[in-house]
């Protein structure tokens, strides 16, 4: 994007809006060619989120009364709440900074940058803070995992040394038939692994960290874009100066932001208990 | 390099072209040239194809007795898996579009570049760091879950290096991600003025929905496998049975992407040839609108039919039904394009050029193949068939039959085009029809092995099939001899082939009328096109074009390609 | 995927103009209105709904709307696809769309009978 126009029949330009690279025609054709590829892009994320929702909404399908119950017992809607109020005001900041780009108000941009860079740290921070009680409930999918609320909290003796593989292949199945919840499926009884409550909750639980760790990981990539981008609006670098590369930035942002708005109703608010709605 | 020798009608040959214009390594490993980059992705996938070549004769070989006695089962396992995983993710989806469709898209549309030409060397990078990751995994000793990966095999009891194999699979599907997505956004928005959607040659359709499978699709699939990673490295499992999780959700998800996979490599085989029927025919292709909508139709409707890969493994009776129902439609535009294919090659100028023998025997075995596909989508038959070397044979009949003959008429085709270089014509006919048929030698038997009841995947098997895996084995030494010629014949073109002139062939797209090999910038002005796509029955003053002659004469007429003449040139010319 | 002919502006400079942007204002809106949807939200997840409206897996309709009509102002306002070509909304649209198509794989759970290990 920082490359001379075609052709050398348009003059040379200082101001980066207007230059546009070799295989284009004109800058509106480069403009449009971004703005589309990085929409490419997204569709891509959603199928990738996608797949993810789907396996969630298989298990929940199946299981509506359990998930309801591991998401109340463990998962705390006032963090999620705060995350999720961060992350809309940082689309917000996000907006602002896009627009600033575009009427090249380089200061008010460089701000909400930083704003936005600032909600994505405070994010993360929830975030450790969720991922480190459940760590301390153990609630890490694996060998560590020990669902203990309620009913059924059989917690196994896991052999740390023993690879995983043995112990699900030693798993005896029982003759008696265990039904779950008067659905018309039926779960034979597995020894040794505490009973089914258990290891459906070791499935919700895999897929909660699998979801807001995937979506984690998509928020450091952001944080670790605008570090470069404000890296480089301090050496004045034309990349930024042009507003485009914000713009693309600004979609994938609000694109993390929107599959947090599905995953925070999906995982936090199946079933909720107001008397639990503290921090 | 040869010396440029002068002939009588060339032009341009003095001014650099994309190939010599610089020789030194640097600029061709950070190229973004997208000629370069499809030549860097030419040798790549021949190398793969090499190794994923000698895995199918280690295959074959094993499969000559009833016994595994070349092989233990556990070394079979490894070396189909990774026939499949080479073969599949290194070779077949990014063959063609990542060759052809890299080198010809930009030339077809009449643009300089791709839109995003430094996402394209990346896409050839996290190619290349896939294979080099499937190749560790292979040294390693290689993976026996077979290319499909099943949970909870592959997620817990599999003692292959699972991980390794899994995130080459991943890197490979960003790779074609990225291509998919330049291809995508090249054609919508970077045609030559005048080139409207309907004029557009028919490989530009079939890789405008090839990509749309590549983009939509390959998604789904990187994350399945990074969930496997995670049940197999992090104990985070959905698949696993002892909790209480589903091993058919795996087969869900795996399927979804894997067969659009299919269509992904496919489609781009149909487009081209769609190009050299009409080039050889001398005639614009039949229903040319159906052909162009046809691809999009199975881009679409190849998303729905995921589940008949599945309907002996206890999926609802009723979704697989609808899957079955949706099988057979799904076959209709293919079944359209065989159709206005022949009757496209009805009353034309037919000539036998090595790359339309290609395409003639991609209509025949693709024809087989796709009718074989139907039995397979009958629920019933399929309980019989399910896993055993129909499957195989259907498969092959498709994939190799179909996407690599329509591969190597391509590149046939192109060859002169891509390398300025003529090749042996002698040569690559006797190789046509070498491999037309050592592939039915090598493939029919499966057909009958697979309905008489041997199963996929295994090294030992009843000595009253051995009949059939013998002509197997014989046939598949014919088909690697009919591989090994172009490999020969081709290379020697490089240093030795005669000159190859700007249109060999006679052809009619716009990238016939650069020079061959391009310029690196491919058009020295933007094109504006007037006319409509397969003009080859109409000139300026009403003569027929003439037959296609390999000689260093350039038959095509000059289009012009002003502005200034635009006006001259009202569209339909 | 224009039908009409265009003829590039071959050699003439592209006068560039000022790029239209989205008034601050447009953006409050869309933000209160997100807040006002969070809290719905979290409310009615407390709520019922079933009791309210006879409609089996009224709550998740209820869920499933809101969440859509935040990812849609999102998408309109913040992501500027109102003001966007017809390309764009294309692929906007069948993002959502596709992944749509995954939802077929429910189908098969919501229909299985006999025995099944889930």
Known sequence: MSVPAVHGEHPHSD????????????????????????WAFLVTEIMFFGALFIAYMVYRSVWPGEFGDFSRAHLSTFLGLINTFILLFSSLTMAMCVQSAQRKLYGRMQMFMVATFLCACGFLVVKTIEYSRKYNENLIPGPLFQYSEGHGAASTEEASAAPEKSEHSGAEVASAESHSEGRKFSLPAVKGRGDKHHRHAEIFFS?????????GIHVVIGMIIMVIILVMYCRESPLVMDFMPIEMFGLYWHFVDIVWIFLYPALYLIKPDLGKFHF | MSEVQPIEGQNKQEEPNYLNWSYTIKSW??????????????????????VGGVAAMAIRAELVTPKADLFSPDTYNRIFSAHGIVMIFFFLIPSIPATLGNFLIPLMIGAKDLAFPRLNLLSWYVYIAAGTLAVTALVLGGVDTGWTFYTPYSSTYSNGNVVIALFAAFLAGFSSIFTGLNFLVTIHKMRAPGLTWFRLPLFVWATYATSVIML????????????????????????????????????????????????????????????????????????????AMSS?????????????????????????????????????????????????????????????????????????????????????????????????????????????????????????????????????????????????????????????????????????????????????TLLAVGYLLPGIYLTYSLFKGEK?????????????????????????????????????????????????????????????????????????D | ????????????????????????????????????????????????????????????????AIA???????????????????????????????????????????????????
């Not at chain 2, 496997?228 to 209480?244: C, D, K, Q, W």
């Not at chain 2, 009619?508 to 003009?535: K, M, Q």
């Not at chain 3, 009509?69 to 390309?87: C, H, Q």
């Open chain 3, 68 to 118: 859509i009509s935040k990812a849609t102002a999102v998408v309109l306002v913040f992501m500027e696809v109102r003001k966007g070509t017809r390309l764009i909304w294309l692929w906007a649209g069948a993002g959502f769309f596709w992944f749509l198509m995954m939802l077929g794989i429910l189908f098969d759970y919501f229909t299985r009978t006999g025995v099944t290990p889930v």
């Open chain 2, 296 to 476: 999009l139709a199975i881009a679409l409707l190849g998303f729905f039919v995921w589940g008949h890969h599945m309907f002996t493994t206890g999926q609802s009776m009723y979704q697989g039904m609808v899957f079955s129902i949706l099988s057979f439609v799904v076959a209709v535009p293919s079944a359209i394009k065989i159709f206005n294919w022949a009757a496209t090659l009805f009353k034309g100028r037919v000539t036998f050029h090595s790359p339309m023998l290609y395409a003639m025997g991609f209509m025949g075995l693709f024809t087989i193949g796709g009718l074989t596909g139907l039995f397979l989508s009958d629920m019933a038959v399929d309980i019989h068939l399910q896993d055993t070397y129909f499957v195989v044979a259907h498969f092959h009949y498709v994939m190799v039959g179909g996407a690599i003959m329509a591969f190597l008429g391509g590149v046939h085709f192109w060859w002169p085009k891509m390398t300025g270089k003529m090749y042996h014509e002698p040569a690559a006919k006797i190789a046509a029809i070498l491999t037309f048929i050592g592939f039915n030698a090598t493939f029919f038997p499966q057909f009958v092995v697979g309905y008489l009841g041997m199963p996929r995947r295994y090294a030992v098997y009843p000595e009253e099939f051995q009949f059939w895996h013998v002509c197997s084995t014989m046939g598949a």
């Open chain 2, 29 to 50: 490993l950070l190229t973004v040239d997208h000629k370069r980059i499809a030549m860097l992705y030419l040798v790549s996938i021949t190398l793969f194809f090499i």
């Open chain 2, 216 to 291: 939509l699709g390959t998604p789904v699939i990187a994350i399945t496998l990074m969930l496997v990673v995670a049940e197999r490295t992090l104990h985070f499992g959905i698949f696993n049975p002892a909790n209480g999780g589903d091993p058919i959700l795996f087969q869900h998800l795996f399927w979804f992407y894997s067969h659009p996979a299919v269509y992904i490599m496919i489609l781009p085989g149909f487009g081209v040839i769609s190009e050299i029927i009409a080039c050889f025919s001398r005639k614009r292709i039949f229903g040319y609108s159906f052909v």
């Open chain 1, 15 to 38: 101001d980066p809006h207007l230059l546009f690279a070799h295989h284009f025609i004109e800058r509106k054709q480069q403009d449009e060619t971004y703005l589309v590829g990085m």
């Open chain 2, 500 to 572: 190859a002139p700007d249109n060999p062939w006679g052809g009619v797209g716009l990238e016939w009328h650069t020079t061959s090999p391009p310029s690196p910038h491919n058009f020295d002005e933007v094109p504006i096109v007037t006319w409509e796509a397969y003009e080859y029955d109409v000139d300026d003053d009403g003569s027929i074009y003439d037959s296609p002659v390999i000689t260093g004469e350039s038959n095509s007429k000059e289009r012009e390609f002003t502005a200034a003449s635009a006006a001259e040139h009202p569209a339909g």
């Open chain 1, 207 to 215: 897929l909660y960290f699998i979801m807001t760790g995937v979506h």
């Open chain 3, 1 to 64: 995927m224009s039908e009409h002919t265009e003829i590039a502006v071959h050699g003439e400079y592209q006068e560039h103009h000022e790029h239209h942007y989205t008034p601050t204002s447009h953006f409050l809106v869309v933000f209160a209105f997100l807040i006002v949807m969070l809290i719905a939200t979290v409310a009615a997840a407390f709520v019922d709904l079933q009791k309210i409206i006879p409609i089996p897996g009224m709550n998740i309709i209820v869920m499933l």
